[in-house]
């Protein structure tokens, strides 16, 4: 068993304040209208406190890691 | 035995029990509100959670603009449906059954109230109307749940699913009339009709809905409706959701759900809509992008100003003043928008969009250079 992270975006919630994509460059790029697009696939163990903080500081609360256990 | 023209009126319901879901999943019945989900699976995961307090949503929404075949069903089998709506009370063991039909399909919800009123009780007792917003989102699943809960007919995020936390918290099946009334007509006589509801759309001598054997091609089903009115630039299959294809694919088409999914393709809620070919494919595309991007619930921002962007990008194509950029955004925010939404509503957009772009290429190319002479 291996742990994986995510980042996942409440879409209702989010308004798009852009903040995730200033913290976190490396996996989030906004959209045309400053929503935010995640790449696709888990999170690399380094960004994980840095994903932490996106979480954190996100102003509406919009954004969350989620855990998912894998079977190696 | 068919859907539309059996007698329709109230007799005891078959004496059916947890084995039916199996008979459904032999059935190979598949949902035609425009998901096309195995039915069978959709009742089992009710039927796992059901502690006798499940509800059963029946979903006459039909916000699709083109569709007709829900109304026409309810106005013509109301007791086929409730039916349907009792079986699966009785097998998912619910308490609860909500007919959730568009506000405005008048004769339609009459129909079904006047067959609920000849019915006897307790079976009227479980029932209760909601009268659904006319919006293309309102007959989603989690709008039908929330519309009912809170008087809200938009999406909500998912998890929970309506199977698992749906109408008062409860295990809930939300299920399209036409499939309620095919596992009617499966309970009672042991096997479905194999049939499926069409709309004929668009440039048809006779437009409407008939009822068809899923074997038959979109061009028999076309024939038995006097043809079309003049030669056809594409068919649009599958609702405002669905694919244009040209005609000479559609045409061959068997309309069964496995087949057109074999070939990539749905057809959804069952709509044919044909194109004319005097009329203007961008425009046409164009207008319908307007009209979901005025359906979008404006919950979530892709969505919201997305569908705004795409739409009004191809109007500026379509009336020959495009920007010099607007095709090669079409493209690129076709694919920014997809899975973007808490509910469908942006994909479904973005895949009718799509076809319009590959089918319909060498048209936006030249109206995007301004160029709005006609190409035969």
């Known amino acids: 068993m291996s742990r994986e992270f995510n980042l ?10 852009g903040l995730c994509a200033e913290l976190l460059p490396e996996l989030i790029r906004l959209d045309d209208w400053g929503y935010p697009i995640l790449r696709p696939g888990p999170l690399p163990e380094h960004l994980l406190p840095l994903a932490q903080r996106v979480v954190e500081d996100c102003p509406v609360l919009a954004i969350a890691l989620r855990r998912t256990e894998r079977r190696k | 035995m068919r859907l539309l023209d059996g007698p ?6 078959p004496n059916v029990g947890s084995g039916f879901i199996d008979a459904l999943e032999r059935a190979g019945l598949a949902g035609r509100g425009g998901a096309g989900f195995p039915t069978a699976v959709k009742w089992r995961a009710v039927a ?16 699709e603009p ?3 075949k829900d109304r026409v069903l309810m106005s013509a089998r109301p007791h086929l449906i409730l039916d349907g709506a009792f079986i699966a009370a009785r097998v998912l063991r619910a308490r609860r059954i909500v007919l959730y039909i568009g506000e ?23 029932v209760t109307v909601a009268a659904t917003p006319a919006r293309y989102v309102a007959g989603a699943e989690a709008a039908a749940v929330h519309f009912i809960n809170e008087g809200l007919a938009t999406p909500t995020n998912l998890p929970p699913y309506p199977f698992e936390r749906g109408v008062d918290g409860a295990p809930t099946l939300v299920q399209n009339v036409e499939t309620l009334a095919h596992a009617a007509l499966l309970a009672r006589h042991g096997q479905a009709p194999g049939t499926v509801l069409v709309t004929l759309a668009g440039g048809v001598v006779r437009p409407g809905v008939i009822e068809v054997d899923s074997e038959t ?10 043809g079309m009115a003049e030669s056809p630039k594409a068919v649009l299959l599958g609702g405002y959701f669905g694919s244009w294809v040209e005609p000479e694919r559609a045409l061959q088409l068997a309309i069964d759900h496995e087949s057109m999914r074999r070939h990539g393709l749905g057809l959804g809620c069952g709509v044919i809509g044909v194109l004319p070919a005097s009329r203007c494919p961008v425009c046409e595309t ?26 009004d990008a191809c109007t500026r194509i379509a009336d020959g003043r495009a920007n010099p ?9 076709t694919a920014d928008v997809r899975g973007r939404g808490a509910c469908r509503h942006p994909d479904g957009a973005v895949i009718f969009l799509s076809s319009a772009l590959n089918l319909f290429a060498s048209e936006f190319a030249q109206h995007q250079a301004h160029d709005l002479r006609r190409t035969a």
């Open chain 2, 8 to 13: 329709d009126r109230p007799a005891p319901l």
């Open chain 2, 104 to 126: 405005r399909h008048e004769a339609a919800l009459a129909s079904m109230l006047r067959a609920l009123s000849q019915r006897s009780e307790p079976e009227p007792a479980l």
């Open chain 2, 48 to 63: 796992q959670r059901s502690r006798g307090d499940a509800v059963i949503v029946v979903n006459g929404a039909e916000g």
């Open chain 2, 66 to 68: 083109q569709s007709k």
């Open chain 1, 8 to 17: 996942v975006v409440d879409r209702i919630t989010c308004d798009g304040r």
């Open chain 2, 286 to 311: 164009a207008g319908i992008m307007r009209y979901l991007a005025g359906e979008s619930s404006a919950q979530c921002g892709p969505c919201f100003f997305g569908l705004r962007a795409l739409a």
């Open chain 2, 325 to 333: 950029d607007d095709l090669t955004r079409l493209q690129r925010w």
């Open chain 2, 217 to 226: 091609t979109i061009g028999e089903a076309l024939s038995r409706a006097g």
